[in-house]
């Protein structure tokens, strides 16, 4: 089993920033990625960024340039930069985690981010 804790979401006003954490704990394995999704009510959950441990990154294109995901070297928790946040960007953030073998997956419980127009 693994468990992700996930925070930093909030209001904020379009055009500002806010950074999303998410700490993996447990079974982890040595070769694994993780990152976040977002879902926006009444819409599919949709990729958002994700990282392996080699760094190798994966963004969406709506977040393309005004999204970074990172995490610590050796540490299983990784973070997303958002700024130049839009209305849009309003959903719930899933934080997810899985082995590169594909024998893990395991989703965070989601946190709200609300961009005010």
């Known amino acids: 089993q693994v468990q992700l804790a996930e925070s930093g979401g909030g209001l904020v006003q379009s055009g500002g920033s806010l950074t999303l954490s998410c700490d993996a704990s447990?079974?982890?394995?040595?070769?694994?990625?993780m990152g976040w999704y977002r879902q926006a009510p009444g819409k599919e959950r949709d990729l958002v960024a994700t990282?392996?441990?080699?760094?190798?990154?994966n963004y969406g294109d709506s977040v393309k340039g005004r999204f970074t995901i990172s995490r610590e070297t050796g540490m299983n928790t990784v973070y997303l930069q958002m700024n130049s946040l839009k209305h849009e960007d309003t959903a719930v953030y899933y934080c997810?985690?899985?082995?590169?073998?594909?024998?893990?997956?395991?989703w965070g419980q989601g946190t709200q981010v609300t961009v005010s127009s």
């Open positions: 997810t985690y899985g082995s590169l073998d594909g024998r893990q997956r395991y």
């Open positions: 447990g079974s982890i394995s040595s070769m694994n990625f």
């Open positions: 990282i392996t441990d080699g760094r190798w990154t």
